[in-house]
């Protein structure tokens, strides 16, 4: 009875999620975007009219997309695969790259390793894409960017992870979601900006504990201050006097709480309580709206908190904001928007050079990216007005609704801005957007 | 660590910490006592216990001391009711699996709470005050005010069993439930009884622990592994001795900091209970065995 029961509600969600599958395949088609293995045949007698307006008669260049639209990653990634259909729609209303029209293709990597790394084989190997974007979990890029790297296709994530870029990629990693160290290194700079010397590090067990410590001990040593004290506390927890009555004893002017949102509530009523008076510094992920209504103001007024943010006042923001209407755009969208310009730029930049075979596409995908994305070249922030630059022989440099988006050699994102707010009367006051 | 001032925190916190393991612990070794199978779900039951007097306190503005009085009603109702349900119609299987089915029930009942308030943290509805400090040593209000509820349990429970009738009836049931049987007291309604103080009191302590924290389904399974070292220390079904250890492991978790790293504080909880098992099987003040 009971394993019939659990049976039938199995089938049910796979049900459900086929349902979902289906109606996003229905999408794809309403917006002309031809669905996987036929577009391969159609060759170019039926290449649909993208936008209203019939494409030049060339092959198209193919593009694909991984998001997660099921899973963990479920919440962000419809909204993540709209953003790169926006952008791909609009490169076809502009007549494409050279001519050629740009096709998307995508699956669903399920927040899932495992039904990633299946989504981009059959990307890969059946639809020939020249460039994977739009991975999300590092787990799930973890185990697609060898396939990317091996078949020479770039591959464009938003995954955090530190050791994603230290993978051998040849390249062919773009990551446009800062790296914990970078987040860590960027927040150290403003506290020490902020006039903080002696700074107290609570740390919950996580793997990025140990390297938050040794990017602080860095910061701060060459800012002629230190790290005071750093104790990596156990999350399951209900009490941290002892762990505050340490941190009293090193007398820092700042403490910065590097944990998860229950273990840092309980942490800041029990500084209030301790009577601390120094800055509180914690990742925005762990305060959020929830922790106003736990705690009294009185306790959380004063708590600084930063992120990376999206650049909200960017042309291209702003645009992808009119675009998605009453749709919020996350961080994570402004990013996939990014990727797909990025990859469409820098292809147009490659065949600007001269015809490249398809097989080395990728590798020329790869080897512009930085050209159109850096440097001296005209500032452009959407993908038509990059085309039509690139198109008339001027060097462009993308400024994406992420950021500025330049990538360091290891193809880490660099510049991209915070946000540092600060609690305020059970709400966040924008303090700076650097 | 030279200032004596640090030790007499570090003990200070520790009695603290051990009075909020206090109730459950008892819970969870009086039930032990009358029906002879460790009850895991008084962590369920501490989680139970706190949402209620959530919902007292916040919702419906009771102050803490009729919260905590919500609380140990609905714990112990709860209590009943999963016992008569689930756990009971297993007793002729054996305490092994009572107990595996008592790690299940504190499951599933975390998850209903899960299902009724959501995942997120909840704070009590009271001003947190700023410690007390004497001579450099920080004593927190709220504490003091905990340790005094749970202090005013303890002695109620004991009240119950050393002057009433019924009292005197669980302790018989607890020392030989055969011969309590011939002399008259039903045992069946004995078990009820204690598993309603035992859910109860885990309730009552569940509360306590939010009202210095905050709350989420986890409440109660955070603690479930000291509450568990707390009644082996003292002595299974020893409710002197649970009380006892409760102190000795909340004393132990604070000073074993000092030594070790922070990380590592929960392997005092196994630590305790292995020391016991090894030198004294029967716990500090347990006499049976």
């Known amino acids: 009875m009971m394993s019939a029961g659990i049976f039938s509600q199995v089938r049910l969600l796979h049900r459900r999620r086929d349902a979902l599958r289906c109606t996003i395949h229905e999408g794809d088609k309403i917006m002309s975007f031809t669905t996987t293995r036929r577009a391969a045949l159609v060759g170019t007698a039926s290449l649909f009219a993208i936008g209203g307006r019939a494409m030049a008669q060339a092959a198209p260049i193919t593009f694909g997309a991984l998001p997660p639209l099921t899973g963990a990653g479920g919440p962000y990634g419809p909204a993540m695969l709209r953003a790169i259909q926006g952008v791909v729609a609009e490169a076809n209303e502009a007549g494409g790259v050279r001519g050629r029209p740009i096709r998307l293709v995508f699956e669903d990597d399920q927040t899932n390793p495992d039904a990633g790394v299946r989504g981009a084989r059959k990307l890969i190997d059946v639809d020939r894409v020249q460039a994977l974007m739009g991975t999300w979990a590092s787990s799930v890029t973890t185990g697609v960017a060898p396939l990317c790297w091996e078949n020479r296709v770039p591959l464009f994530t938003v995954s955090g992870a530190d050791s994603i870029t230290l993978l051998p990629h040849q390249g062919y990693i773009f990551r446009t979601q800062p790296n914990s160290r970078l987040q860590i290194a960027t927040g150290a700079d403003y506290l020490i900006r902020q006039g903080a010397r002696r700074v107290f590090h609570l740390a919950a067990q996580s793997p990025f504990a140990q390297s938050s410590q040794d990017t602080l001990v860095e910061k701060f040593r060459a800012a002629g201050g230190q790290v005071a004290g750093y104790i990596v506390y156990e999350r399951d927890k209900t009490a941290f006097r002892s762990e505050v009555d340490q941190l009293l004893r090193a007398r820092p002017d700042t403490v910065f709480l590097n944990g998860y949102l229950p273990d840092v509530t309980i942490l800041l009523r029990e500084l209030f309580r301790a009577g601390f008076e120094g800055r509180r510094f914690t990742p925005a992920y762990a305060v959020n709206a929830n922790t106003f209504a736990t705690l009294p103001n009185e306790v959380t007024n004063g708590v600084i908190t930063w992120q990376p943010s999206p650049d909200e006042a960017s042309p291209a923001f702003t645009r992808l904001k009119t675009r998605f209407g009453a749709t919020e755009v996350d961080p994570y969208s402004a990013q996939t928007h990014d990727h797909a310009t990025l990859a469409i730029l820098a292809a147009a930049q490659a065949l600007a050079g001269g015809a490249v075979p398809d097989a080395q596409l990728g590798t020329a995908i790869r080897d512009n990216v930085r050209r159109i994305s850096q440097g001296s070249g005209e500032s452009v922030s959407s993908v038509a007005a990059g085309l039509a630059a690139i198109n008339a022989g001027r060097a462009v440099n993308f400024d994406g609704a992420s950021g500025p988006v330049s990538f360091d050699e290891r193809g880490d994102i660099q510049g991209t801005k915070f946000r540092y707010e600060q609690a305020d009367g059970g709400r966040f006051r924008l303090l700076e957007l650097i | ?289």
Not at chain 2, 25 to 49: K, S
Not at chain 2, 183 to 200: L, S
């Open chain 2, 1 to 289: 660590m030279a200032d004596w001032r640090d030790l007499a925190q570090i003990a200070l916190n520790g009695l603290f910490a051990g009075s909020m393991l206090m109730l459950p612990a008892i819970g969870f070794t009086c039930i032990f006592a009358v029906l002879r199978y460790p009850n895991f779900a008084v962590a369920g039951f501490a989680t139970v216990g706190a949402f209620a007097g959530w919902l007292a306190n916040a919702q419906f503005g009771l102050p803490a001391a009729l919260a905590l009085l919500a609380a140990f009603l609905a714990a112990g109702a709860i209590g009943l009711l999963a016992e008569e349900l689930a756990l009971k119609p297993l007793r002729p299987a054996g305490p092994l699996t009572v107990a595996i089915a008592s790690v299940a029930l504190t499951i599933l009942l975390e998850n209903m709470v899960r299902f009724a308030f959501g995942n997120d943290l909840r704070g009590y509805d009271l001003p947190i005050l700023r410690d007390w400090r004497f001579d450099g040593i920080r004593v927190s209000p709220q504490q003091v005010e905990n340790s005094l509820y749970a202090g005013a349990a303890t002695a109620s429970l004991f009240a119950l069993l050393a002057f009433t009738r019924l009292g005197r009836a669980m302790r018989a049931v607890a020392d030989n439930p055969t011969l309590a049987d011939i002399k008259g007291v039903d045992p069946d309604r004995i078990a009820r009884v204690t598993v309603f103080i035992g859910a109860g009191l885990a309730g009552f302590g569940g509360m306590l622990i939010g009202l210095d924290t905050s709350i989420d389904p986890l409440t109660g399974f955070r603690v479930v592994l000291s509450v568990f070292a707390a009644a082996v220390v003292g002595g299974l079904g020893s409710i002197p001795g649970a009380a006892l250890g409760a102190m000795v492991v909340g004393v132990g978790e604070e000073l074993a900091g000092v030594v070790l790293e922070p990380a590592y504080r929960t392997v005092t909880a196994f630590l305790a209970i292995l020391l016991v098992l090894m030198f004294r099987p029967s716990g500090l003040l347990g006499a049976r065995n």
